[in-house]
């Protein structure tokens, strides 16, 4: 079951929901992003532009785009901040190494004019790891419980083995669908 299961519930005219899919390289944006649309994800390949991966679904369409986190593509990111819907920022878990720079990434995202109010949905991903940081910790040092402008969510998962993947989405769809009837 992928995203099209997530989104049978939807009801009423075609709703189009752009989603920005970020986070460092080795962060598995991509991994998944391929989970969600039930594909192989064994051969996962560094993202070195980006990926796009549009479902349509009870007349809902959802178009992720997975944009690589190398240093040197983190600039261009700002090419897709216009008519975001939801910001889903990825976080290797397991990485404490680079908490400090994806912290500084995230912050500077949050400042973002183009994104301002936009839904972050954050993954604490490879929580199977053994090293992994609880996702309540990564809050923390992260300071998310500061952030007031705007809904959030952090969401631990798995993209290997899916777990948390599809509660991430649910929290999305949930919050998009209360902005929508606004």
Request: with cysteine; net charge positive.
């Amino acid at each position: 079951m992928g995203l099209l299961s997530l989104f049978r519930g939807m009801k009423g005219e075609k709703k189009d929901l752009r989603i920005l899919l970020l986070g460092l390289d080795n962060a598995g944006k991509t991994t998944i992003l391929k989970s969600l649309a039930d594909e192989d994800i064994t051969h996962i390949t560094p993202t070195h532009g980006f990926n796009i991966k549009s479902v349509t679904s009870s007349g809902f369409k959802l178009n992720v785009w997975d944009i690589g986190g190398q240093r040197k593509i983190r600039p261009y990111w700002r090419n897709y901040f216009d008519d975001t819907d939801v910001l889903i920022y990825v976080i290797d878990s397991a990485d404490q190494k680079r908490f400090e720079e994806t912290g500084e990434e995230l912050a500077e995202l949050l400042e973002e004019a183009k994104l301002k109010g936009v839904a972050v949905l954050i993954y604490a991903n490879k929580q199977d790891l053994h090293t992994a940081a609880k996702a309540s910790d990564i809050a923390t040092g992260l300071n998310l419980h500061t952030i007031r402008e705007r809904a959030w969510q952090i969401q631990p998962c798995s993209a290997v083995t899916g777990e948390g993947v599809k509660d991430g989405m649910e929290w999305v769809i949930k919050t998009v669908s209360k902005k929508k009837k606004k």
